[in-house]
């Protein structure tokens, strides 16, 4: 997602609406099936985020859930998933060989991402809760994923202005918070407690009723496509 495709580069990879009914309230998820579905389903977004990884496929089960190979930075949009106790995997596209799998427990009417990470020679699963709830009017709400795993901890700000995340090691996450909206913010990636900046993501837009993920991947040590990078991803609208 260099930008996970504005583009999985401004988000996880475009493929598709979803919209749920809650109550009065209408949101709008990215869908990978371009189709309608109501609990009581899980919700899963799927990012490979593994720098030095082939293209892969992803598996619930004996399910693959992906139509063309994901390629490091990309991913897929919510995919409906039963609840309950799921094997995910992921697999090099286009072959048998299997880069790891881990159970995992999926509940239904719940939103979850799941990362591929670190290096291929010693891949990790993380699967994270993600929580869709509408922000207040004027507002977008924004977290910080980090999936780097040689960065040591970081916080994520805005330029000149308020820290929004604090103190993420590779794995963590932050909550969702509160954000005014706007057209145009430079977000930064710090090293914790510092202004020493990583990663900087300039001329977003944050629209309000929004709600984003800006996850933090790639090797501080490298060079080229694995190097340090940040992408953002937009979760879900509400309209």
Request: hydrophobic share 40%.
């Amino acid at each position: 997602m260099k930008h996970v495709q504005q583009n999985l580069k401004r988000r996880a990879g475009i493929v598709g609406m979803m919209c749920l009914l809650t109550g009065l309230l209408t949101s709008c998820l990215k869908n990978h099936d371009n189709d309608y579905v109501e609990p009581p389903v899980a919700l899963l977004s799927v990012i490979n985020a593994s720098p030095d990884s082939q293209s892969v496929s992803f598996f619930l089960d004996q399910n693959r859930a992906n139509n063309a190979p994901i390629r490091y930075g990309h991913g897929l949009d919510y995919i409906a998933a039963y609840p309950g106790k799921r094997t995910a995997s992921f697999y090099v596209a286009g072959s048998g060989q299997k880069i790891i799998s881990d159970t995992i427990t999926l509940t239904a009417k719940k939103y979850y991402s799941i990362y591929l990470s670190n290096l291929a020679s010693k891949p990790d699963i993380i699967l994270l809760t993600d929580s869709i709830t509408r922000p207040d009017a004027g507002k977008a709400t924004i977290r910080l994923v980090n999936v780097s795993p040689d960065a040591g901890a970081v916080d994520l700000a805005v330029k000149g202005g308020n820290v929004l995340a604090s103190n993420k090691t590779y794995k963590g996450a932050s909550p969702f918070v509160p954000i005014e909206s706007a057209s145009s913010y430079t977000l930064e990636i710090r090293k914790k407690g510092t202004s020493t900046v990583l990663v900087t993501l300039s001329d977003i837009r944050l629209n309000s009723n929004s709600v984003y993920t800006v996850w933090l991947h790639g090797l501080s040590s490298a060079t080229g496509l694995k190097k340090l990078s940040a992408d953002i991803q937009t979760n879900a609208f509400y309209y």
